[in-house]
Nanobody, 124 residues
Framework: VQLQAFGGGLVQAGGSLRLSCAASGRTFSTTTWFRQTPGKEREFVAAIDWSGSRIYYADSMKGRLTISRDNAKSTVYLQMNSLKPEDTAVYYC????????????????????WGKGTLVTVSS
């Protein structure tokens, strides 16, 4: 089982990006995006369950994010709008077969599968 995150890039402040997390033929109960900057811990961004009915967002980015999924393509998307320079980070997707509540989805230790990160750079 592999996860592949892509869609990062360079964007100006106020711009948008859509990240994708593709699973190799498996559908996970929970798929989550985290981000990390040098010297800091990995930070929760957004999570979605298998049905798409349970969605969580980080308070710091709420209102600027939309997470969605296409189970037919085994892909989860993260639409990020109104990007700020402080959103610059490597974004990782993680997944697990278990359904999780909010307290658990924020915990990096809960995930069995991780994709390689994709770099998002927001210029001022």
């Amino acid at each position: 089982v592999q996860l592949q995150a892509f869609g990062g890039g360079l964007v100006q402040a106020g711009g948008s990006l859509r990240l994708s997390c593709a699973a190799s033929g498996r559908t996970f109960s929970t798929t989550t995006w985290f981000r990390q900057t040098p010297g800091k811990e990995r930070e929760f961004v957004a999570a979605i369950d298998w049905s798409g009915s349970r969605i969580y967002y980080a308070d710091s980015m709420k209102g600027r994010l939309t997470i969605s999924r296409d189970n037919a393509k085994s892909t989860v998307y993260l639409q990020m709008n109104s990007l700020k320079p402080e959103d610059t980070a490597v974004y990782y997707c993680a997944a697990d077969y278990r359904s999780m509540r909010l307290e658990s989805v924020k915990d990096v230790g809960q995930y069995a599968y991780w994709g390689k990160g994709t770099l998002v750079t927001v210029s001022s």
